[in-house]
């Protein structure tokens, strides 16, 4: 099946550094690609659409700024954390899907970000 | 907008037997698709199955199928013959046809299945 790799899959940074996370489509193009946050014990909330070489469209309440999001090609989308604070601990998982797919969306592994 | 409603935050079920899920949704969308994903504790998010809203049949994988009541607007999960690593949280989700469109998911629920 389709493959969504993530890294890191784990980071520890002190507050006020930036943190950047790689998602990759390894088998397929993706011209979007999907970012999720997930706290402890809830679902997955959407932060942003990712769009290959275009501005990422972010969901109400996400700060654009502060979460920056990067679809440089058409298998590699990154979001960095700027200026991290403990409140931004989450964990981060991205997705895409696959043209051909029955539709659904294929995740990476995730990323766990703890802001000290 | 889409919605999802999970209101079962945890189940149990006894090892081998079967388990039902429950999932409901809210769409102004005629055509719209409706799934299912496994989450273990190791945070990956797993596709069990697919149901799209004009499939008449109900959607079967394995163990895994998918009650499908359009008019009620439910997509239960039914698991048979449980097994310990079917323990995890199950999350349903929905989406606008394929394209570029996200997953909206609901709350999920945590099923344990006992020995």
């Known amino acids: 099946g389709a493959v969504v790799s993530q890294h890191p899959s784990w980071v520890i940074c002190k507050s006020g550094t930036s943190v950047k996370i790689e998602c990759r489509s390894l088998?397929?193009?993706?011209?979007?690609m999907f970012w999720y946050r997930q706290f402890p014990k809830q679902s997955l909330m959407l932060m942003a659409t990712?769009?290959?070489?275009?501005?990422?469209?972010?969901e109400q309440g996400v700060e654009k700024d502060k979460f920056l999001i990067n679809h440089a090609s058409l298998t590699l989308s990154t979001l960095t954390v700027t200026s991290a604070h403990p409140e931004d601990s989450s964990f981060y998982i991205c997705?895409?899907?696959?043209?051909?797919?029955?539709?659904?969306?294929?995740f990476g592994e995730g990323s766990r970000l703890t802001v000290l | 907008a889409q919605k999802i409603t999970q209101t079962q935050p945890g189940m149990f079920v006894q090892e081998k037997e079967a388990v039902t899920l429950d999932c409901t949704y809210d769409t102004s969308d005629q055509s719209y698709g409706l799934f299912w994903y496994k989450q273990p504790s190791s945070g990956e998010m797993i596709f069990l199955i697919y149901?799209?809203?004009?499939?008449?049949q109900n959607a079967t994988e394995g163990r895994y199928s998918l009650n499908f009541q359009k008019a009620r607007k439910s997509a239960n999960l039914v698991i048979s013959a449980s097994q310990l690593g079917d323990s995890a949280m199950y999350f349903c989700?929905?989406?606008?046809?394929?394209?570029?469109?996200?997953?909206?998911f609901g709350k999920g629920t945590r099923l344990s299945v006992i020995a």
């Open positions: 989700a929905m989406r606008r046809p394929p394209g570029n469109t996200p997953l909206v």
């Open positions: 149901q799209g809203s004009y499939d008449e």
């Open positions: 997705s895409a899907s696959r043209q051909g797919s029955a539709g659904e969306l294929f």
């Open positions: 088998d397929f193009q993706a011209t979007t």
């Open positions: 990712s769009n290959e070489g275009s501005k990422a469209t972010y």
